[in-house]
């Protein structure tokens, strides 16, 4: 996955359903790193769950549990994933639209 490999309307077909992989900078430094704006996390939750329908997913991986709306996705489950010592968690964040 690239560092950012989300665009909105954009979406992955996985076993019969579409799936929208996300992978924001998480901080400025790392935005900077890759040569790669900040994204407003909540525009662009609000955005992906446009382009979702009813049982679709959001896979997004973050340092952050995004703010969402209930009505829109609902948590289907996380993922959390550790490199090494001394190095930042990271989570997936799967959503599905409801």
């Known amino acids: 996955m690239y560092p950012f490999s989300l665009a909105v309307g954009n979406k992955f077909l996985v076993e019969g359903e579409y799936v929208i992989l996300a992978s924001p900078p ?46 829109d996705l609902k948590l289907a489950g996380t993922i959390g994933t550790v490199r090494s010592t001394n190095h930042r968690f990271r989570v997936a964040c799967i959503f599905e639209r409801v």
């Open 26 to 71: 998480y901080s400025q430094e790392d935005a900077e790193h890759y040569g790669l704006p900040m994204v407003n996390r909540n525009k662009v939750i609000i955005e992906a769950a446009k382009c979702l329908e009813k049982g679709c997913s959001l896979f997004w991986l973050d340092q952050v549990l995004p703010m969402y709306s209930k009505k």
